[in-house]
């Protein structure tokens, strides 16, 4: 058996260190590129999104490498996401990779313990649940630091005197944590990027302007499918807040869920206005923090969705009232396999532009 799985954010960081630790077989898809997403939409129907015509492309080129079984989340209120695993499986076996399997994890229902069963099917019956428990402790610990490294990175680029000493310092971080087997290994690395981070000349009269970047999970927290939304931001003098985290994610829906914990109740007050139940995916968080970023005195709101998200649909058709009501521009990003990055360049360009001026307006 050999795994390979998408890739998305920082997953396969903690698969690779995994593999290390346990020698389970697995086929790293390369990067995305223009052939994946080439691949992606020759094969997938064309109204399904683009993270799901991206994902497609990562299994392709894995499975041209030699993985024989793909990993998969589903689930039954992850919007479309949560039937993309038997959509994959079947258009797998029409292009003739019979031989592929498509294995599960059924998150909403299993919570942590359906992950620990999980991960045994995938290292064998007879590794330890000392052993298990130990694997998924170090990658939630992984994916820990790595987050507040980028969070502290989302801090210190548009105060920095050069942004690129900022962004050289966080494109060593992920192969320092994959490297890192130990939890000692990890509280080492993270004083070493969190020191190396703290020595980055600051310019002292640095104001930047805030702006939330808000929508789709993947959209939002993935460089690739957001044409470095982050960076391109960064450089030009804006500090950037996200609710997208892998490690928050974790929290809620493995654990909180798990003990019957309630969450998020102050995004679903601040959305009771404009919507007042779940329409899946991110579309009531999309609102929900709006409301709170304006009352906190962002800047703006970058919602990015890609074409044919129902959930973002949904938001986005509130978000005018929203905008009437809190007085803040929001910025809408949908986007597909046309989309170019010179035009989203543009139009954020443009947006950051338009915040200045509000700023200075307001004094």
């Not at 993985?67 to 209120?77: N, R, S």
């Not at 997208?244 to 809620?252: D, F, S, T």
Request: with cysteine.
């Amino acid at each position: 058996m050999k795994l390979t799985a998408p890739y998305v954010s920082h997953l396969w960081m903690v698969i690779r260190t995994l593999s290390a630790k346990t020698g389970l077989a697995v086929v790293e898809p390369p990067p995305p590129s223009a052939r994946t997403i080439a691949l992606g939409v020759r094969h997938s129907p064309e109204w399904m999104c683009f993270p799901f015509k991206v994902l497609l492309g990562n299994f392709i080129e894995a499975i041209e490498r030699g993985a024989d079984t793909v990993l998969m989340a589903e689930g039954p209120q992850l919007c479309r996401l949560g039937y993309y695993a038997r959509l994959y499986e079947q258009i797998l076996r029409e292009m003739g990779y019979a031989q592929v399997r498509v294995l599960t994890f059924n998150w909403q229902n299993e919570q942590i313990v359906g992950l620990a069963k999980f991960l045994r099917i995938l290292l064998g019956e007879k590794t330890s649940l000392r052993d298990i428990v130990g694997h998924i402790k170090h990658g939630l610990q992984q994916f820990i630091l790595i987050e507040d490294v980028e969070k502290r990175v989302q801090f210190l680029r548009p105060r920095a005197q050069r942004w690129q000493d900022v962004e050289q310092v966080w494109q060593s971080a992920e192969p320092r944590i994959t490297a890192a087997m130990t939890g000692r290994d990890l509280q080492r690395v993270r004083r070493e990027l969190f020191a190396e981070l703290d020595a980055v000349p600051l310019n002292p009269n640095a104001n930047p302007l805030k702006v939330g970047v808000l929508g789709e999970f993947i959209m939002v927290l993935d460089p690739f499918y957001n044409f470095d939304l982050e960076v391109e931001l960064g450089r030009r003098g804006v500090e950037v807040h996200r609710c997208a985290w892998v490690a928050g994610w974790a929290k809620i829906w493995l654990f909180m869920e798990m003990l019957g914990l309630s969450h998020g109740k102050e995004v679903k007050q601040a959305a009771a206005p404009y919507l007042t139940r779940d329409v899946s995916g991110e579309g009531l968080q999309t609102i929900g923090e709006t409301v709170l970023m304006s009352q906190d005195g962002f800047d703006g709101i970058i919602h990015i969705q890609p074409f044919t998200c129902l959930p973002e649909i949904v938001a986005q058709n509130i978000l005018p009232r929203v905008v009437r009501d809190h007085d803040i521009p929001v910025l809408e990003l949908i986007m597909d396999e046309q989309t170019a990055r010179t035009g989203v360049l543009t139009r954020l360009e443009a947006f950051v532009d338009l915040m200045a001026r509000r700023r200075a307006v307001r004094g």
